[in-house]
């Protein structure tokens, strides 16, 4: 019988919230934490059964997890990541994921969607050269999905059929590059999402794919190519509403214990506190009710095929851009009217908040995303992007 993932993530809350500041301060997640979270698999939702994966539905794996970000976002991080990079063995033949990962697999993987470095076009595969960066996760994982332009064995740009430099991405243990430590910033601390770097790599055809490449596995999760995305995005939105709720959480907390500085009254007896929370309650659930059932929708239509997918795959981009900017709005105003309280680590509400005001740094939660959708809805013919 499969594992319930979402007891296991309630069964890891206490662990991790006993870590937050060890998780703050050696900007990784311990390795024992991560040992747990890796028995379980969590760090690869997404990945086929046949490999070994939970190859969870994207509901499901929203809900395992919110909850672990509901704790410290950089833990929820790390599975969104993670479960995103991994999901991509599927573009790979079983034997080359054992080559990779062993047998059986254990999938502990990042990478970059970025084209940072080069793949030289070389007999039977790929020499690998540069720097990629953001690499979330990089410190508990063992290989690395690495975008890469692809160029001649002359060092030119190869160029696939509309003239345009191609790319590929080559799956490289992360043993055969150097992690530059340099993960310095102002929240999601713990995600490590440092820099690696390759040098003269050689990685055979089997080991790398395109973005466009049809999986190996028959599951919807991974049919059509181009909702990898939005799947894998749907955990962004997962995380974020995650910290939201925990942010929410510490302020009941704080409103209903303490004053100010300058008055003694409980903040939750302030007309404009009352307001404030209201309104963010009203948002946070809002903005979830929205992302569970857009995804819910796209979900339904890739299992069963039907023709008005892409229309609602609009929507459920929609919703997750949505979800991750009213999680930002959301962190923003309590801490506008927790006052002076809210700058205390003590209180937790300052760690939502650097952690959340970086997570919608994200490509899954920037307006170019409305941007988009605005687009397709008033009828633009413009193309969806193909991410790994």
């Given amino acids: 019988m499969p594992e319930d993932l979402v007891s296991v993530a309630q069964s890891l809350v206490p662990d991790i919230l006993s870590n937050v500041d060890r998780i703050d301060e050696e900007c990784q997640l311990p390795p024992e934490l991560a040992d747990r979270m890796a028995k379980h698999r969590l760090f690869s939702l997404y990945a086929p059964a046949e490999l070994g994966g939970p190859e969870l539905d994207p509901l499901t794996a929203f809900r395992v997890v919110e909850t672990i970000s509901h704790a410290d976002g950089s833990a929820g991080w790390c599975i969104f990541n993670g479960t995103a990079i991994t999901a991509a063995v599927s573009r790979l033949t079983p034997k080359a994921a054992i080559e990779l990962f062993g047998d059986p697999p254990n999938l502990l993987g990042s990478g970059s969607a970025r084209p940072e470095g080069t793949a030289t076009i070389a007999d039977g595969g790929y020499i690998i050269n540069g720097r990629w960066n953001y690499l979330s996760g990089i410190d508990h994982s063992t290989v690395l999905f690495l ?68 999986a190996h596995y028959e ?21 974020a509403l995650g910290m ?26 302030r007309s404009y506190v009352q307001i404030t929370y209201g309104e963010c309650e009203a948002m946070h659930d809002a903005a979830r009710t929205f992302v569970l059932d857009g995804i819910g929708s796209l979900w339904d239509a890739q299992v ?34 927790a006052g002076t309280n809210a ?25 170019s995303n409305y941007e988009y959708a605005g687009q397709v809805l008033m009828g633009a013919n413009v193309p969806a992007s193909l991410y790994a």
């Avoid at 599951?219 to 995380?239: C, D």
């Avoid at 942010?247 to 903040?267: E, I, K, Q, V, Y």
């Avoid at 229309?311 to 709005?329: E, F, G, N, P, Y």
């Fill in 147 to 214: 975008n890469c332009r692809l160029l001649n064995p002359d060092g030119n740009p190869h160029l696939n059929d509309e003239g345009v430099q191609a790319t590929r991405i080559a799956v490289v243990p992360v043993a055969y590059g150097t992690v530059i430590d340099n993960w310095t910033t102002l929240g999601m601390r713990g995600t490590a999402s440092n820099d690696c770097e390759y040098s003269n790599v050689f990685v055979p055809t089997r080991h790398t794919y395109t973005r466009a490449d049809i």
């Fill in 219 to 239: 599951s919807p999760l991974y049919h059509p190519p181009q909702n990898a995305i939005l799947l894998s995005w749907t955990l962004a939105a997962a995380n």
């Fill in 244 to 269: 939201a709720r925990g942010a929410l959480d510490c302020f009941h907390d704080l409103a209903t214990g303490s004053g100010t500085t300058n008055s003694p009254a409980l903040l939750r007896d």
């Fill in 304 to 337: 069963k095929q039907l023709p008005d997918l892409p229309d609602r795959a609009i929507r459920a981009r929609l919703a997750i851009t949505h979800a991750i900017r009213r999680s930002v709005d959301i962190v923003d105003n309590l801490f506008n009217v």
């Fill in 343 to 367: 700058i205390h680590r003590s209180v937790g509400l300052e760690r939502f908040f650097r952690d959340l005001h970086v997570s919608g740094q994200h490509i899954s939660g920037l307006p």
